[in-house]
């Protein structure tokens, strides 16, 4: 998927040397003062002209009209005016050619006007509070920013605009190369200045903060882009609770895209999902002024961190949180198990984590010394001083040094984790950013960081199978029609299904019944009864003709003639797997715990196909039904592959029928010792009900 060239007034606007401040003012703190200000000190714009017909001069600068008086296209155009001129404003802007223009306002209700008087015209907004091109020094901003931003690596794009503020004022080491508020995007989205943003050779890590998706086509060939030269992405998504998807809807006026859509998305191209902005921001400064985990030689080991303490709870406490967060630790090797050893006090145990606190003396050769020897470790990829960096009222500097010897010492990522954000020594922890050191201010959200660090570049996107043209032209003629056998349909794409009979009178039931051999299952086959469970239409374990008949008369009453008999398949450990359509990002390739274990594990994993062998192995070790499949509790060990190839047989289905389809459940597979057997489906046409 390749990247869209960057639209030519797209990059006007981003980088404008000429900007048009439309209701510009001198009233301290109002949107027109602080426009002007804030272009004014923009060491990049070389001529800005101010327009308002109710003042003749403003803050010393000769003020226009009307934006028409402006004599050439400008490239951008800042509009702080009120709703009901906006439109005509835009109107104005694009037919001049300027390059673009940033709305502040929330544009309630004029959204659609507003898109189509752009004709062209990139728009920053509506509700936004701007952008700040820190490379190129333009400041098109509607509240006043520090004056003082440093160039440097991050592009940040984000629609909230708290946010945009709050990444922008805080103490941490966060250098932008760009710095946007989107809003809600009416007309340029997030990935056009994503685009925009990888053009740059300075940018090197990207944030996202985002509560929908707009343009999806473009956001992953963007992505994508991201992932091909191995820039992180790091991004926090809102809107994934019930609640949640509430609030974004009524905030931005735009269809909140699922958390599974996310989920999707995020995998699909290595992105770094946070869950707060404090991961965010932990994450984003550890990707920003830290180092890269090197790649690990195709030998089949697993690395992991290490982390160096002078607490012994707070060592248990780290533990105890990257547990739960998954995150590993490395596993020593005996040659660094005895160098430890041989520098720690007596009673302190050389492991990981480690506790290095004994008398408390020789404290920086002491950490210095373990945390070197852990940095050799082959094992390791990361290794943190996990202190809580307070001050030192008695001037003691030997954890900084330590560090430094560290860093000198070894080309692996180096950070400080801290527990306590409050307690922590900001000037020790600016001096230790400036020399390349993250400091991570929590113990999950800077574990997570350092998570994000080990999991290396971004998956290799499968390749598309070629399409059976015949196949699916023969599924595509059937779908909708009652008579259509959703378990005939992905038998014909591969997948092993339970042999099934349909049947309309008792006699015919029997029949079938002998025909397939016993014990049987006769199920409901009535085209309301989607879901059979739900309305007690599934009859197991009958042996003989009687119980057949029985079990025939029985359902018929209740749900109608039509059934199926099927045979019954050993029992096993039970699958689902599916196709659910996102609104926005369209056909999801989903795997989770089938039949009763839906709503006692409550857990799926979903992707974006196509999906590879690889791929689904890795949704499926993402579920703990997985840990059935590996024998849980002395259970025997079932086969993965069958179930693997089942994974792959729907993304195919996905891949060539997923735009005629609205979903696919396979529901459940039944997975045994001789393998993997679908033994009920459901297929609903995109125009089903």
């Known amino acids: 998927m390749a990247l869209a060239t960057v639209r030519p007034r797209l990059r006007r606007m981003l980088e404008a040397r000429t900007v048009a401040v439309v209701g510009a003012g001198d009233r301290p703190d109002s949107l027109g003062w602080r426009m002007t200000t804030e272009v004014l000190r923009s060491p990049g714009v070389e001529k800005a002209w101010l327009v308002n017909p109710r003042h003749r001069d403003v803050a010393g600068h000769a003020c ?50 507003l898109v189509a008087a752009a004709d062209g015209l990139e728009v920053c907004g509506a509700g936004c509070m701007g952008f700040v091109d820190v490379t190129r020094g333009v400041r098109a901003l509607g509240y006043l920013e520090p004056e003082d931003l440093t160039p440097g690596p991050i592009a940040l794009v984000t629609h909230s605009g708290s946010v945009f503020s709050a990444l922008l004022r805080t103490h941490r080491r966060l250098e932008y190369s760009l710095v946007v508020s989107s809003g809600q995007e009416l007309v340029t989205t997030t990935a056009d200045y994503l685009a925009h943003a990888l053009e740059r050779e300075e940018t090197r890590v990207v944030g996202l903060v985002q509560e929908t998706m707009r343009d999806v086509p473009r956001l992953r060939a963007a992505l994508a882009e991201a992932a091909d030269r191995d820039i992180p992405v790091v991004a926090l998504t809102v809107g994934s609770s019930r609640r949640g998807r509430d609030l974004v809807g009524a905030h931005s006026g735009a269809l909140a895209g ?10 699909a191209y290595g992105v770094h999902r946070c869950d707060d902005l404090g991961e965010l921001v932990d994450s984003l400064e550890a990707f920003a002024i830290g180092r890269r985990v090197r790649a690990r030689a195709a030998d089949g080991r697993t690395g992991g961190i290490a982390t160096v303490h002078d607490s012994g709870a707070e060592r248990v406490l780290v533990a105890d949180v990257a547990d739960r967060l998954g995150i590993p630790f490395a596993g020593l090797s005996e040659a660094t198990t005895a160098r430890l050893a041989a520098l720690l006090d007596p009673g302190l145990e050389p492991t990981n984590p480690l506790d290095v606190w004994g008398n408390g003396s020789r404290t920086e050769d002491l950490f210095a010394g373990c945390l070197t020897a852990l940095a050799d470790d082959d094992a390791v990829d990361v290794v943190a001083l996990a202190v809580d960096l307070v001050p030192e009222y008695d001037g003691d500097d030997s954890f900084p040094r330590a560090v430094d010897r560290l860093v000198e010492h070894t080309d692996k990522p180096v950070a400080v984790l801290t527990n306590l954000s409050s307690a922590v020594d900001q000037p020790l922890a600016a001096d230790l950013r400036g020399r390349g050191v993250p400091v991570l201010e929590g113990t999950r959200s800077g574990l997570r960081a350092l998570g994000h660090l080990l999991a290396g570049p971004a998956p290799v996107r499968p390749d598309p199978l070629p399409v059976d043209r015949a196949r699916r032209d023969r599924w595509a003629a059937r779908l909708g029609s009652p008579d259509l056998d959703p378990l005939a349909l992905v038998a014909d794409y591969g997948l092993p299904v339970a042999p099934t009979t349909r049947a309309t009178d008792p006699d015919t039931a029997v029949r079938a019944a002998e025909r397939l051999g016993y014990p049987v299952v006769l199920k409901t086959a009535a085209s309301e009864a989607t879901h059979k469970v739900d309305v007690d239409g599934v009859r197991l374990g009958l042996a003989d003709a009687p119980a057949v008949a029985a079990a025939y008369a029985e359902l018929a009453a209740r749900l109608g003639p039509c059934v199926t008999v099927q045979r019954q398949v050993p029992a096993g450990v039970e699958i689902a797997l599916g196709m659910h359509r996102d609104p926005l990002l369209g056909p999801l390739v989903v795997v989770g715990a089938g039949g009763t274990l839906v709503e006692l594990l409550a857990q799926r994993a979903v992707a974006l196909p196509p999906v590879d062998g690889a791929l689904a192995r890795r949704l499926l070790g993402s579920l703990k039904v997985a840990r059935l499949l590996a024998g849980h509790r002395g259970g025997p060990a079932l086969p993965v592959a069958p179930v693997v190839e089942a994974v792959v047989t729907m993304s195919t289905v996905v891949m060539e029928l997923g735009d005629l389809l609205a979903a696919v459940d396979v529901n459940p597979l039944i997975v045994h010792p001789g393998g993997a057997v679908a033994v009920d489906a459901l297929v609903l046409a995109a125009a089903d009900p």
Do not use: I, Y
């Not at 009307?66 to 709703?83: E, K, M, N, W, Y």
């Open 64 to 113: 226009l009209p009307s934006l028409a008086d402006v004599p050439d296209p400008v490239d951008l155009v800042l509009l702080g005016v009120p709703d009901a001129a906006l439109v005509d404003q835009v109107r104005l802007a694009a037919a001049r050619g300027d390059g673009g223009g940033v709305v502040f306002g929330s544009a309630h209700g004029l959204g659609e006007q």
């Open 258 to 267: 699922s958390d599974a859509a996310w989920e999707a998305l995020t995998a």
